[in-house]
C-alpha cells in the first residue's frame, strides 16, 4: 500500500500570499498530526485530528493557520499572508491508533519557503 | 512544558564500533518513547518504541528505558556509515501529543 503523501513538496510564496498544504494519509488511519520542522530541530507540533476531528490545534503558531480534514481522510493545512518566518518544512504523519501512542508513518514534507 | 532533550552532537564513530544515543524527558508520567531516523532531507522514520523499562533489541538497534531516571537511549552495534542520520527521540507524555527532541547527528566513518 501508498505511504503518507504531501503536496506540493516545494512551495515558493511571495510574503503575504496564502498557501495550501495537502496530506494524503495512510488508509484506514485514524490519526493524522501536522508538525514543522525548521532546519537542525525537531519536528514542532502543531495539530492533531482524529478522524474529521480537530482535537487539539495549541501548536499553531498565530491565527494565519488553519487546518482541516473533513472527511477524516485527506487534510490541508491553509497558512494566510505568509511571513518569511513562516519557512519550514512542514510534515504530515498519520497512525493508526489513537494519539502519539504508536508508531508515526511521516510523509516527505513540503519545504516552504517565504520570500 | 513537556521537555525532551537530546545533545544535537555530532556523534562521530568509526565504522564497526558501538554508537550510543542518549534522551531526558521531563514528563514523569510518559509511557511511550520512540526512536526516528531522519536522513537529510528526508522525513523521519520509525527505528525502535520501547513501553516498559528495561532492553528491547531489534536486529543492532537495542533502546533501554529507566523511568526512574527519566532516560532513554538507543544503541546501534556494528555502525555502518550507512547508519548516519539525525536521530529524534519522542514520547506522547501525559498527553497525547508527541514532543520531540532536536536529534543528535550521528557520523559514521568508514
Known amino acids: 500500500g501508498a505511504g503518507v503523501s504531501q503536496s506540493p513538496r516545494y512551495k515558493v510564496a511571495k510574503r503575504g500570499q496564502d498557501v495550501a498544504l495537502r496530506c494524503d494519509p495512510i488508509s484506514g488511519h485514524v490519526s493524522l498530526f501536522w508538525y514543522q520542522q525548521a532546519l537542525g530541530q525537531g519536528p514542532e507540533f502543531l495539530t492533531y485530528f482524529q478522524n474529521e476531528a480537530q482535537l487539539d490545534k495549541s501548536g499553531l503558531p498565530s491565527d494565519r493557520f488553519f487546518a482541516e480534514r473533513p472527511e477524516g481522510s485527506v487534510s490541508t493545512l491553509k497558512i494566510q499572508r505568509t511571513q518569511q518566518e513562516d519557512s519550514a518544512v512542514y510534515l504530515c504523519a498519520s497512525s493508526p491508533g489513537q494519539g502519539g501512542y504508536n508508531e508515526q508513518f511521516f510523509g516527505p514534507g513540503t519545504r516552504l519557503t517565504v520570500l | 512544558q513537556k521537555e525532551v532533550e537530546q545533545n544535537s552532537g555530532p556523534l562521530s564513530v568509526p565504522e564497526g564500533a558501538i554508537a550510543s544515543l542518549n534522551c531526558t524527558y521531563s514528563d514523569r508520567v510518559s509511557q511511550s518513547f520512540f526512536w526516528y531516523r531522519q536522513y537529510s532531507g528526508k522525513s523521519p522514520e520509525l527505528i525502535m518504541s520501547?513501553?516498559?523499562?528495561g532492553d528491547k533489541e531489534d536486529g543492532r538497534f537495542t533502546a533501554q528505558l529507566n523511568k526512574a531516571s527519566q532516560y532513554v537511549s538507543l544503541l546501534i552495534r556494528d555502525s555502518q556509515p550507512s547508519d548516519s542520520a539525525t536521530y529524534l527521540c519522542a514520547t506522547p507524555g501525559g498527553s497525547y501529543i508527541p514532543t520531540f527532541g532536536r536529534g543528535t547527528s550521528l557520523i559514521v566513518h568508514p
Open positions: 520501547i513501553y516498559s523499562n
